[in-house]
């Protein structure tokens, strides 16, 4: 809740090297979150605007859950927050919905999670679950002990295959490797994680009638007013903030995307201070 100087921490926990969950204290923001949409979140009054895919979220209980890697200042900000801290700012729920009137009672749908998408992927495959649609989720890390959430998603996969790049654990490789040998067994196939995954995710579009990937370019505003979000679709641009953050994985610029991504990471890093070089 807004008192208090910001949004209370109530669990924070460390998932996996550099990746962490919080649930924090807001209760409008978890009666109105639907899946696939995302919050803006704010460490401190200086933090940089970061959004940050809304995970779970419970109406009752009045939380809503984040997960997130540490890639640099504001996201390290974040993971320095411990049960009882406050955050300062969190706008949300922001971001068009997840479509689910595009899928059916009976049909396959094909989920791939890397890095932060191990758990992004995890509400829009709980929905899924719950409209009778069969649910194979795939997730992927470089290494063994990079994974999380494999409980929390085997409860909502039908079929739950774990990849590692060096083959520490589940098949070695990929979850573009799944797609491209088992796309055509699915009616739709949905990508979530670093752009790296979803342009190799992207190669096999054309194996399923409907592809889709979450994009999570820089924000600001997150309301379509900045343009800092914008993404090219087939020569088209759009914002991230409004528009998605769901898009058709065939027709997205990852190559563009991944310009403006790594130019931004270098400023973050530079943000950092000192100690947390
Ligand atoms: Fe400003 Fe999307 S974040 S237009």
Redesign the pocket.
Known sequence: EKAAGGYEILESKVLAPNFHSIKIKAPDMAKYAKAGQFAILMANEKSERSPFTIIDWSAEEGWVQFVFEEVGRSSAELGSLSKGDFLASASGPLGTPFDFSNFKEGQKVLLMGGCYGIAAIYPVARELKKMGVKTAIAIEASTSFMLFFEDKLKTVADEFIVLTRDGTKGIKGGCSNVYEKRGGEFDAAIAVGCVFMMKQCSKFASKTPLSLCSLNP?????????????VSLDGETK????DGPFFDLGKVDFNELAKRRTAYSLLEIDAMPRHLH
């Open positions: 820089i924000m600001v505003d997150g309301t379509g007013m900045c343009g800092a979000c914008r914002f991230a903030c409004v």
